[in-house]
Nanobody, 123 residues
């Protein structure tokens, strides 16, 4: 299984970015997908998750109302639309594929991880 995250960039506070994560090597729609992030010197934290069907989503409180997770099962891709970005959103963002189709905020619920993409938000 391979997960390829992309879309990270340098953006000003208040701006928007869309991250993508292309998956291969398993039946994409059978597994939940999640986005996590890790800022310099901090532990990795949950950002958003989506069930295999795409019906159910969950968000960290810090991004609720600003970020939207979605998936296109025909394209084996999950997205993270990030709006109203803040400097504290600066981090390496990782996508992950779950053990099951059920979404979860816990990192141990995810079996495979992408390489990460850097998002930098300037003030």
């Amino acid at each position: 299984v391979q997960l390829q995250a992309s879309g990270g960039w340098l953006v000003q506070a208040g701006g928007s970015l869309r991250l993508s994560c292309a998956a291969s090597g398993r039946t994409f729609s059978s597994y939940a997908m999640g986005w996590f992030r890790q800022a310099l010197g901090k532990e990795r934290e949950f950002v958003a998750a989506i069930s295999g069907s795409g019906v159910t989503t969950d968000y960290a409180d810090s991004v609720k109302g600003r970020f939207t997770i979605s998936r296109d099962n025909a394209k084996n891709t999950v997205y993270l639309q990030m709006n109203s970005l803040k400097p504290e959103d600066t981090a390496v963002y990782y996508c992950a594929s779950g053990w099951t189709s059920l979404m979860d905020y816990k990192s141990r619920a995810y079996e495979y991880w992408g390489q990460g993409t850097l998002v930098t938000v300037s003030s």
